[in-house]
T-cell receptor, first 117, second 117 residues
Framework: AQKVTQAQTEISVVEKEDVTLDCVYETRDTTYYLFWYKQPPSGELVFLIRRNSFDEQNEISGRYSWNFQKSTSSFNFTITASQVVDSAVYFC??????????????FGKGTHLIIQP | EAQVTQNPRYLITVTGKKLTVTCSQNMNHEYMSWYRQDPGLGLRQIYYSMNVEVTDKGDVPEGYKVSRKEKRNFPLILESPSPNQTSLYFC????????????????FGSGTQLSVL
């Protein structure tokens, strides 16, 4: 069975600091997909990234970057120069087929990120 | 605009009073799914549907029903709501190719906050 662990329940940093959100996953499949979603205070789920298990290249998008390491089964998310608008709950998720699989995404419990001005 | 629409956004009801949360998508997606989000538990799948008249249980189906009579709609039905069904509910959809979803992501609705008194 697949499992996603986000050990950090809540992180609080001061604006402009860098912050890394950890995600560790478990799966028996060799082909799988990892996701990050952002849930701002308004409640909707915002897709951030999807990464295939066969592509271990790290990705950078503006102030966001993702470090995928199969050797440690981790898919960590770093925000550089954090801003107050980054305050949200962030979910890491795993699926064993593209897009989500018949069984859906398996989500971690989320990390509540608080950026203080 | 491509979107998944849930209604209502907020709902307060009493134990035992049947209710329906509607979900509609305008992307001609085959796959639709319902999740519930609870503090400390993340998102868990309730039911999913691979196409019209094809539905199946997710991880936490007890106390819920769904139907998929039309491709665009996937209502969630609580025949006799109980207080432990107080939660934030999300509907999601995705395209399918064969039995595999090919979209990069699930499209989520804005959520329905349900309170059962």
């Amino acid at each position: 069975a697949q499992k996603v662990t986000q050990a950090q329940t809540e992180i609080s940093v001061v604006e402009k600091e860098d912050v890394t959100l950890d995600c560790v996953y478990e799966t028996r499949d060799t082909t799988y997909y990892l996701f990050w979603y952002k849930q701002p205070p308004s409640g909707e789920l915002v897709f951030l990234i999807r990464r295939n298990s066969f592509d271990e290249q790290n990705e950078i998008s503006g102030r966001y970057s993702w470090n995928f390491q199969k050797s440690t089964s981790s898919f960590n998310f770093t925000i550089t120069a954090s801003q107050v608008v980054d305050s949200a709950v962030y979910f890491c998720a795993l699926s064993e087929v593209p897009g989500g699989g018949a069984d859906g995404l398996t989500f971690g419990k989320g990390t509540h990120l608080i950026i203080q001005p | 605009e491509a979107q998944v629409t849930q209604n209502p956004r907020y709902l307060i009801t009493v134990t035992g009073k049947k209710l329906t949360v509607t979900c509609s998508q305008n992307m001609n997606h085959e796959y639709m799914s319902w999740y519930r989000q609870d503090p400390g538990l993340g998102l868990r799948q309730i039911y999913y549907s691979m196409n019209v008249e094809v539905t199946d249980k997710g991880d936490v189906p007890e106390g819920y029903k769904v139907s998929r009579k039309e491709k665009r709609n996937f209502p969630l039905i609580l025949e006799s709501p109980s207080p432990n069904q107080t939660s934030l509910y999300f509907c999601a959809s995705s395209g399918l190719q064969g039995n595999v979803r090919v979209n990069e992501k699930l499209f989520f609705g804005s959520g329905t906050q349900l309170s059962v008194l």
